[in-house]
Every structure is written in C-alpha cells, then in structure tokens.
C-alpha cells in the first residue's frame, strides 16, 4: 500500500474513525498495532514476522533490563537479535560481493553463497526505534511497559 493511492486514504480514514470511536485506551491501541502490521503486511506479509520477533526480544530484554541482575545479558541478547537481523536483510550480499571482489584481486576464486532476500521496508527505522527502547530502560531513562500492547 503506497501513500499516495485511494486504497491508503480509504485505510487511513478507516483506521481514523474507528480510533476515535473506541472507548478505552487499551482498544485503541490494539486498533493501532492491528493497523499496523496490516499496513505492513500489504507489501509482504511474511515480513511480519521479522517485526513479530523483534517486537517481542526487545519487549522481553527491556522488563529483563529494569532488573538489577543479568541486565547486562539482555542488553546483548537484543543487541545482537536486532543488529543481526539487519545485518542479515540489509548488508549480507554487500559484504559477501566485498569479499568475493577482495579474493578476486588478490587471485583466489571463491564460490559465494547468495541469499535472494527482498530488502524488508523500514527495517533500520524499526530496528533502531525498537533497539532505543531497549537501551533506554537500561540506562534508566525509561521504565518497561508491562502490557505488550502498550508496548
């Protein structure tokens, strides 16, 4: 769904009214995560699940964060998931032809492996957005949410 078609305005005002006619905080925000993992999911559905999985790392690494103990531990669980994540969609083939083009020139042939993966929209925004909460809470500038949906 791009934002300047019909389909997005009609989404867009769709998820608006519906916003607004709901009552309690708790159903408006199941509305938003709803809307957006739809929205997102127009483009390509599987991709969700890279969305999915981060957002519950960094949920479980941020209540794990706020504890006096392992904090440490759970900083680099989700640095690692996170980054590797992006290192994976987002700079594997630039680092793998780096390599290969590095062989070349000093005469070694090589047989890369080649991943054919579509690079996911929005990855880093929502990598580094995600990644932040976690960092957050472990410098105490933030306190964990306890709901997952507020979160």
């Given at each position: ?76 669980v989700s640095l690692f ?71």
């Amino acid at each position: 769904m791009v934002f300047t078609t019909a389909t997005f305005l009609v989404f867009l005002a769709a998820v608006f009214c519906l916003y607004w006619s709901l009552q309690s905080r708790k159903s408006q925000n199941v509305l938003l995560l709803a809307s957006g993992y739809l929205f997102y999911a127009w483009w390509d559905y599987r991709y969700c699940s890279l969305m999915i999985i981060s957002t519950i790392v960094d949920y479980i690494c941020g209540m794990g964060c706020a504890r006096k103990r392992g904090r440490n531990f759970y900083l680099i669980v989700s640095l690692f998931s996170n980054l590797g994540m992006l290192c994976v969609f987002k700079y594997f083939n630039f680092f793998q032809d780096s390599l290969v083009a590095a062989c070349d020139a000093i005469g070694v042939t090589i047989n890369p492996i080649t991943l054919q993966l579509a690079l996911p929209v929005g990855i880093s925004f929502y990598t580094f957005q995600t990644l932040s909460y976690t960092i957050d809470i472990y410098r105490g500038k933030l306190e964990p949410h306890r709901s997952l949906i507020d979160y």
